[in-house]
């Protein structure tokens, strides 16, 4: 019912910085909470950041806590992650997800979430 698509990865480089950014169709975007995750090789999946429904409440991965920032505009039903000081070990495939019917809060859990990305690929080298 929903689909969301990734954009925005690519190589960069330490000290530098990313947005990614997932635009959704299919549902009501402003009715979902909405997560970042990443898996790396080898890794389990990794939450990294997750939004509720009217942005005022936000998670963040203690790995990335003060250097990704996640956003949402509801107008253009998307939502973004900014990576700023990206590191090596941040190298990983990144997936947006939706919660079709989360309560007011941001779920952390990955099966919490209905609906995701196909994935971006963001490699943080020098």
């Known amino acids: 019912q929903v689909q969301l698509v990734e954009s925005g990865g690519g190589l960069v480089q330490p000290g530098d910085s990313l947005r990614l950014s997932c635009a959704a169709s299919?549902?009501?975007?402003?009715?979902?909470?909405l997560g970042w995750f990443r898996q790396a090789p080898g890794k389990d999946r990794e939450t990294v950041a997750s939004?509720?429904?009217?942005?005022?409440?936000?998670y963040y991965g203690d790995s990335v806590k003060g250097r990704f920032t996640i956003s949402r505009d509801n107008a253009k039903n998307t939502v973004y992650l900014q990576m700023n000081s990206p590191k090596p070990e941040n190298t990983a495939v990144y997936y947006c997800?939706?919660?079709?019917?989360?309560?007011?809060?941001?779920?952390?859990?990955?099966?919490?979430?209905?609906?995701w990305g196909q994935g971006a690929q963001v490699t943080v080298s020098s």
């Open positions: 997800a939706a919660d079709r019917v989360p309560g007011w809060s941001a779920p952390r859990r990955a099966s919490e979430y209905d609906y």
């Open positions: 299919g549902g009501t975007f402003s009715s979902y909470a």
């Open positions: 939004i509720n429904r009217s942005g005022g409440i936000t």
